[in-house]
T-cell receptor, first 113, second 111 residues
Framework: SAVISQKPSRDICQRGTSLTIQCQVD?????MFWYRQQPGQSLTLIAT?????????ESGFVIDKFPISRPNLTFSTLTVSNMSPEDSSIYLC??????????FGPGTRLTVT | DAKTTQPPSMDCAEGRAANLPCNHS???????VYWYRQIHSQGPQYIIH???NNETNEMASLIITEDRKSSTLILPHATLRDTAVYYC????????????FGGGTRVLVKP
């Protein structure tokens, strides 16, 4: 398995502001993903964080709203920009290692007021 | 990825086996069956996966039918800590292949 940490674990933000979420893994991983889980819903993939290049976004998600960085093989950030109450969700980082199994971080609980 | 169908919820008694069904009738030959669970307010936890043979680990057993169109996750001795949402997912086993989550089964283990 992989040890994955996310910062912050939770935050309350005002409408119109931005929040950057960090994901740190204890060792190098092949792939990193960002998911969103809206209240009472299942997980939805936002994007694949590519090391050294632009992230690959899923349908319905755009770079201007959710810019992602991945400067190396153990770290990634997701920014939620110009937030609205509809962005209130749990944001989860996920990684894949050599075995191709996917592991998830503890999540960041975001509330937008 | 093929879609899966799971019952939205089920109850089971503490100490008894919990059998969680999943239908995946359109699964392709190279797609594996994965099970994850999500305990309240935590990230999803990997449980087990398989291709066509039955699999067992320290957490659970996975029984896949011969035609691979359905499977059952078995928690042999359910505890209160097994209360969670359980997700059955089918996907190709490759580094870049994403997990697509459906609605899952909300399992409540009762004393």
């Amino acid at each position: 398995s992989a040890v994955i940490s996310q910062k912050p674990s939770r935050d309350i933000c005002q409408r119109g502001t931005s929040l950057t979420i960090q994901c740190q893994v204890d060792s190098q991983v092949t792939m990193m993903f960002w998911y969103r889980q809206q209240p009472g819903q299942s997980l939805t993939l936002i994007a694949t964080a590519n090391q050294g290049s632009e992230a690959t976004y899923e349908s319905g998600f755009v770079i201007d709203k959710f810019p992602i960085s991945r400067p190396n093989l153990t770290f990634s950030t997701l920014t939620v920009s110009n937030m609205s109450p509809e962005d209130s969700s749990i944001y989860l980082c996920s990684v894949v290692r050599d075995s191709y199994e996917q592991y998830f971080g503890p999540g960041t609980r975001l509330t937008v007021t | 990825d093929a879609k899966t169908t799971q019952p939205p919820s089920m109850d089971c008694a503490e100490g008894r086996a919990a059998n969680l069904p999943c239908n995946h009738s359109t699964i392709s030959g190279n797609e594996y069956v994965y099970w994850y669970r999500q305990i309240h307010s935590q990230g999803p936890q990997y449980i087990i996966h398989g291709l066509k043979n039955n699999e067992t680990n320290e957490m659970a057993s996975l029984i896949i039918t011969e035609d691979r169109k359905s499977s059952t996750l078995i928690l042999p001795h359910a505890t209160l800590r097994d209360t969670a949402v359980y997700y059955c997912i089918v996907r190709v086993k490759a580094a870049g292949n994403k997990l697509t989550f459906g609605g899952g089964t909300r399992v409540l283990v009762k004393p």
